[in-house]
């Protein structure tokens, strides 16, 4: 498994420093910045749009397995190809590198544990737009800049339109279980970030999601028993596991070498927008005007974040990462 070619001298984005923008990349050498700066934007809608997809195939696997089995079932067959595809070296690392792999590995296995919870009590939609608050505050704490703060506003605004204006009608254990999601999924962007700089390629993602994977194996197991192995149920969350962890976690990770964490974390707030695509067409789940002009908000939101990365990418030095 590639990825990207970049500048080695350019320290990984981080929370540490959130204002620093990746260093010209070989293609920026070429002329070709703008587009440079772009690249990762891609990578970050691309593992949007499976990830939630993944998420509506899942929603009809639950029956089959539970919330608890269909987390096992995606953890493990992810962590399986990882291992497989990457084939990770395990020696060669360093503590600190090994207790970031187990902490990523931690935040996956609670991200999606929590999230799997929540829809299995609220509908898909509400619990992705619940959840997309973790990366939204992470992008206001983490920010030193006011035009950050600016998005991240109109992101939340439109958030929240899409819920509806409010969460009361929805099931309190749910609700709670999609907001724990949201807190580790800002931890997961946190730790991708330094696993992606403190291992090649797609290396430490492959560690940290058979960290996951063994974490949630015997709840997996004590929640469904051998309704996992049935062949069915297994090839349905094979289809998961690639949707909503393979391909999603290695196009992020590339993402956030070269895109710092507040704008990346702005972008996950097209999350809802994606899930709620996803659940119309997948869950039979319709749109209303209300939830369409959330979506114009969560998008203009993005857009305003990308647009601000491209325009500062050349211009702005990368600020060196802390230890």
């Not at 898909?124 to 704490?141: D, I, K, N, R």
């Not at 999603?248 to 993402?255: K, N, S």
């Not at 709620?276 to 005007?289: K, P, R």
Request: net charge positive; aromatic share 6%; charged share 10%.
């Amino acid at each position: 498994m590639s990825t990207p070619s970049t500048d080695p001298g350019t320290p990984s984005p981080a929370v540490a420093a959130p204002v620093a923008a990746p260093a010209a990349s070989p293609d920026a050498a070429h002329g070709g910045g703008r587009w440079g700066s772009l690249g990762p934007v891609g990578l970050v809608l691309a593992g949007g749009l499976s990830v939630q997809f993944g998420a509506a195939l899942a929603v009809s696997l639950m029956p089959r397995a539970g919330a608890l089995g269909v987390v096992t079932l995606r953890l493990a067959v992810a962590a399986a190809v990882l291992l497989i595809v990457c084939r990770p070296r395990l020696r060669g690392h360093s503590r600190a590198d090994w207790g970031t792999v187990v902490v990523f590995g931690i935040a996956m296995a609670g991200m999606n544990g929590l999230f799997y919870q929540a829809v299995d009590r609220i509908p898909l939609g509400p619990a992705v737009t619940l959840e997309v608050l973790g990366p939204l505050a992470l992008s206001v704490f983490a920010s030193r800049r006011a035009v950050n703060l600016v998005w991240a506003g109109l992101a939340l605004a439109g958030v929240f339109l899409l819920s509806g204006g409010g969460f009361d009608s929805l099931d309190p254990a749910g609700a709670a279980f999609a907001l724990g999601a949201g807190v580790m999924w800002a931890a997961y962007i946190v730790f991708s970030a330094r696993t992606g700089r403190r291992f090649p390629q797609a290396d430490g993602l492959a560690l940290a999601m058979a960290v996951g994977a063994v974490l949630f194996l015997p709840l997996g197991i004590a929640e469904s028993g051998t309704k996992l192995f049935d062949p069915t149920t297994l090839a349905l969350g094979a289809g998961v596991a690639l949707l909503s962890s393979v391909l999603p976690y290695t196009l992020e990770l590339l993402a956030l070498r070269r895109l710092p964490a507040p704008t990346f974390a702005i972008l996950m707030s097209l999350e809802p927008a994606i899930a709620a695509a996803a659940g119309f067409l997948i869950l039979d789940q319709a749109l209303s005007a209300t939830q369409s002009a959330a979506i114009a908000l969560v998008i203009a939101a993005s857009m305003g974040a990308v647009r601000t990365q491209v325009g500062r990418g050349r211009r702005v030095k990368a600020v060196p990462d802390l230890p």
